[in-house]
């Protein structure tokens, strides 16, 4: 796989959602928690916005991958994965396995790492 493929397939909103996916494979939480997640499995060095995040979750509702199960305060919402989402998230980690597995390749190829 060339660089150019790869850069292409794994871009940043596919890490993000599948990332997302995730978290709400591991219980429920609302936009904010998906940001500060983000941010503390990242040792701070990214930080989505709100502005990426909330239309991220009205996709992932949308397309029926997670359902809100509750408001808090203030109207916040909560949301759980749905059976279709563990099923999408499934495939998304394998696609994201195999890619990074070709990546792997190209970098040892490249720096001439064993």
Known sequence: MSFG???KSFHYFH????FALWLFSKGELCGYDIIKEYENRSNGKLKPSPALVYPLLLLL???GLITETSKGSRGKKFYTIT???????KERMN???KELLYYED???EVFEVQ
């Open 5 to 7: 493929k790869f850069s």
């Open 15 to 18: 890490i993000l959602d599948t």
């Open 61 to 63: 509702t949308t397309e």
């Open 83 to 89: 059976p279709k989402g563990n099923k999408k998230l």
């Open 95 to 97: 696609s994201i396995k």
């Open 106 to 108: 190209f970098l040892k």
